[in-house]
């Protein structure tokens, strides 16, 4: 968990949520490519406006997690040979909100 | 100063990564990325271990960073290239440390650890050994590092920049959305300050934006006086520094100012003024 000691870096693959999501909005998922896991790309969250909110290294097994704030926003996930692809997700406060995204 | 004298482009690293005298420098939060695979001859420094001090919430003091830069075999003559992931937010920071310092032949890999993977670069797992050295740091230089009472100052006078997300500028949330939801600080920005979150200066692939493109988003869009000092925080003081390296490097702006501490600081502080609301 973050203290304010610690900086605004994100770890890859982001914070993973062990228990439920409390009273967070969690948007989390795995990026794969012809079912196997993309270990190197980047995932941007964006607002309802198009803007930057937050982005995270890919994990390992291709994961990622946001903790956002209840409403719609835009995953774009960036990864090595010009890969760029977009999906819209909608958060919601206390739920884990699921994404699965093939490139 | 010019674009050239702080920034490389990754194809000019590609081209002097064996010559001597220079040395890449891969700074990170999380140096597990680091460790899994960075730019061949690269040594690691870790922000939070290296750059902090472990007890007092401050830099590690010239002794330290003498310490440091000596334990890493850097000299005060070597060309140090920094780079790093999060869009070189670290490595910002540690380019305003160097000179902070007095190192001033410091540059930034333009792009960082994102671009040079996204262009699928050759990545090494071995840990260069370089031989000690006895590096001498100069004193402190506050004048490119501001404090909370001067932010507290500047409000209505100079200008603020507060270039995390609108997100947390409206005070929706108290940290980036890749990090849980639970500091103890009130949300919202300093009275005055103009919302440029940090990411309008950098191209999707992290690299810089043009001097012109630059100079329409601060001075244009986001109504910046140039004549005035400014001040730019964030949250911590990283991302500020990738826009303190904007403002003072790449637009040769003179008297620009990193806010480390921001609002972990700020936000906790009893008795100061606080806005709400969407920049404006």
Redesign the interface.
Do not use: M, V, Y
């Given at each position: 968990m973050s203290t304010p000691e610690s900086g605004c870096g994100a770890p890859a693959g982001g914070i993973k949520v062990t228990a439920g999501a409390g009273d967070q909005s969690v948007v989390q998922g795995h990026v794969t490519s012809s079912g196997t896991p993309v270990p190197s790309g980047y995932a941007r969250l964006l607002n309802a406006d198009g803007e930057f909110v937050a982005e995270v290294p890919l994990g390992e097994d291709g994961g990622f997690t946001f903790y956002a704030a209840p409403g719609d926003w835009t995953l774009r996930i960036l990864a090595p040979g010009g890969v760029r692809v977009e999906r819209a997700v909608s958060a919601s406060t206390g739920t884990i909100t699921e994404l699965e995204v093939a490139v | 100063m010019s674009r050239s004298d702080v920034l490389v482009a990754a194809d000019w690293v590609q081209d002097h990564i064996d010559d001597p005298g220079v040395v890449l420098v891969e700074v990170?939060?999380?140096t597990?990325?680091y460790d899994k695979g960075h730019i061949k001859g690269a040594v690691k420094l870790d922000?939070?271990k290296d750059l902090?001090d472990p007890v007092r919430?401050d830099f590690v003091d010239k002794a330290g960073f003498e310490r440091l830069l000596s334990g890493r075999g850097i000299s005060g003559d070597d060309t140090v290239i920094l780079y790093g992931?999060?869009?070189n937010?670290?490595a910002a920071y540690a380019y305003w440390y160097f000179k902070i310092y007095g190192h001033d032949n410091v540059k930034l890999l333009d792009g960082g650890r994102?671009k040079w993977?996204?262009?699928?670069r050759d990545m090494v797992t071995d840990v260069p050994s370089r031989p000690a050295t006895s590096y001498r740091a100069s004193e402190q230089d506050r004048s490119i590092r501001a404090f909370r009472d001067d932010v507290i100052a500047a409000i209505g006078n100079l200008n603020l920049v507060d270039v995390r997300?609108?997100?947390e500028f409206s005070g929706?949330?108290l940290?980036?959305?890749?990090?849980?939801?639970?500091?103890?600080?009130r949300g919202g920005h300093v009275p005055t300050a103009k919302n440029v979150?940090w990411?309008?200066a950098a191209e999707?692939?992290g690299t810089f934006k043009s001097d012109q493109a630059l100079t329409e988003l601060y001075r244009d869009e986001a109504g910046l006086d140039f004549g005035k000092d400014t001040i730019a925080y964030?949250?911590?003081g990283?991302?500020s520094a990738h826009t303190w390296f904007v403002l003072h490097e790449l637009l040769d702006q003179p008297n620009v100012r990193n806010y480390d501490g921001s609002w972990?600081e700020y936000g906790?502080l009893v008795g100061v003024p606080i806005e709400l609301g969407d920049g404006k």
């Open positions: - | 990170d939060e999380d597990t990325a922000w939070r902090q919430r992931g999060n869009n937010w670290f994102k993977e996204l262009d699928s997300s609108p997100d929706r949330l940290a980036p959305a890749h990090l849980p939801q639970e500091q103890a600080q979150p990411s309008k999707e692939d964030c949250r911590i990283e991302r972990t906790s």
